[in-house]
């Protein structure tokens, strides 16, 4: 049983490269996201999904688009890196909880980080 | 929306003293609170979580969280340090908006022998 699964765990690119982070979850969880993380600043949310076939913005997500064509995928893409990207990247996955109050997301599972360095 | 402090961002015990980790909340409903530890060049790992059910959370490794609505407060503690805590641990509020976890800066914990 691996839970998340991410590719490349490391990289290094030039300005302008374009790469894509690829994601695996086997825990049939229906959200998944990704962070990334950075000296000081925790982990900051850049897209997200919750069901196959959706994504949606989150804290930082200019540079970067994201698909998830099936759920136990989701893809990160970079199309034209920059130096500000340079940072380590989790891709996590969870599972939805409804109390009466509204939706919640239940703890994440992470990957492993995936660090990326652009050049 | 939610949002965590942690306040400082570096703490030094030494072995066998008591950890305390501060997390403080934001949050317009009740929140959802989750405390995670990383070791270096590591995933994040799931130490414990508050879902509205008891006040005070025992997790793994010994540590514990008590949830006050009155302080707005989630802080992590441990009776005795042991060398192998020392790593990164953040604490996070369940963000409803986005159905995701909004994460604080982090806290490194160093345990002096």
């Known amino acids: 049983n691996a839970g998340v699964t991410q590719t490349p765990k490391f990289r290094v690119l030039k300005t302008g490269q374009s790469m894509t982070l690829l994601c695996a979850q086997d825990m049939n969880h229906e959200y998944m996201y990704w962070y990334r993380q950075d000296p000081g600043m925790g982990l900051r949310l850049i897209h997200y999904?919750?069901?196959?076939?959706?994504?949606a913005k989150g804290e930082v997500p200019d540079g970067y688009n994201v698909s998830r064509l099936k759920k136990q995928n989701f893809l990160l893409g970079l199309e034209s890196a920059a130096p500000s990207q340079t940072s380590v990247y989790f891709c996590?996955?969870?599972?939805?909880?409804?109390?009466?109050?509204?939706?919640?997301?239940?703890?994440?599972?992470f990957g492993e980080g995936s660090r990326l360095t652009v050049l | 929306a939610q949002s965590v402090t942690q306040l400082g961002s570096h703490v030094s015990v030494s072995e066998g003293a008591l950890v305390l980790l501060r997390c403080n909340y934001s949050?317009?409903?009740?929140?959802?609170l989750f405390w995670y530890v990383q070791y270096p060049n590591q995933g994040l790992q799931l130490l414990l979580k508050?879902?509205?059910?008891?006040?005070l959370v025992k997790g793994i490794n010994g540590f514990e969280a008590e949830f006050k609505k009155s302080e707005t407060s989630f802080h992590l503690t441990k009776p005795s340090a042991h060398m192998s805590d020392a790593a990164e641990y953040f604490c996070a509020v369940s963000d409803t908006g986005r159905r995701a976890l909004t994460f604080g800066s982090g806290t490194r914990l160093q345990v002096q022998p």
């Open positions: 508050y879902t509205s059910a008891a006040t």
């Open positions: 999904s919750v069901g196959e076939g959706t994504t």
């Open positions: 996590a996955s969870s599972y939805p909880i409804y109390p009466t109050s509204g939706g919640y997301t239940g703890e994440l599972f």
């Open positions: 949050s317009s409903v009740p929140p959802y």
